[in-house]
């Protein structure tokens, strides 16, 4: 069990719930998931969860929106690194994909959980979807793709069944990767 100290800021207490909320949704699933467990685990009084949290749909929403960030965070930094539009393109997406992989890996509920951010958090996923698409879009036409949109999509199509598919974490960095090669290699003047 994690327990707070009665010191800690509200945005430590928010981020400990949600540690203790994700700890809890990947080892028994979201639906097996409570109110009260989470706040059992928290080491927070039900009142206080509910403070933060109105409901467990908004609890689930908040650990996408750290995941969003993290996934974010990831790609960007990958995408502005150095090196040419393949590698960059390729570490990218398997940064994204690996913060998400990371995330559910050994878990039981991956499936639910990955059926239950297309429903909970759709326009969240769908706003990273299209910033990544738009990012890895102009990265392809300032390399000179004749048809950099429709290149992005099937690379991005490609990456997610990857991601979804993998058996661990660690096989979807090599696999993207490649993926991109074999893909945008050929299209880069």
Not at 51 to 58: C, H, I, L, S, T
Not at 62 to 75: R, T
Not at 125 to 152: C, K, M, N, S, Y
């Amino acid at each position: 069990m994690t327990v707070l100290s009665a010191g800690k800021s509200k945005t430590d207490r928010r981020q400990r719930i949600l540690e203790a909320a994700r700890f809890l949704v990947l080892r028994q699933g979201l639906r097996a998931t409570t109110m009260e467990a989470i706040a059992r685990e928290a080491g927070v009084a039900k009142p206080t969860l509910y403070g933060y949290f109105p409901d467990k749909e908004a609890v689930f929403g908040g650990i996408v929106e750290d995941l969003v960030s993290a996934v974010m965070q990831g790609f960007e930094a990958a995408l502005a690194a150095e090196g040419d539009t393949v590698v960059r393109i390729g570490n990218a997406l398997a940064a994204k994909y690996r913060v998400i992989g990371k995330q559910l890996e050994g878990s039981a509920h991956a499936d639910e959980l990955y059926g239950e951010h297309e429903r909970v958090a759709a326009p969240q996923f769908r706003a990273v979807e299209q910033r990544v698409e738009a990012a890895i879009t102009a990265e392809l036409d300032r390399a000179g793709v004749a048809r950099p949109r429709q290149l992005a999509q099937l690379l991005l199509a490609g990456a997610y069944g990857i991601g979804r598919k993998a058996t661990s974490a660690a096989e979807i960095g090599p696999a993207i990767r490649l993926l991109t090669e074999r893909l945008v290699g050929p299209e880069v003047k």
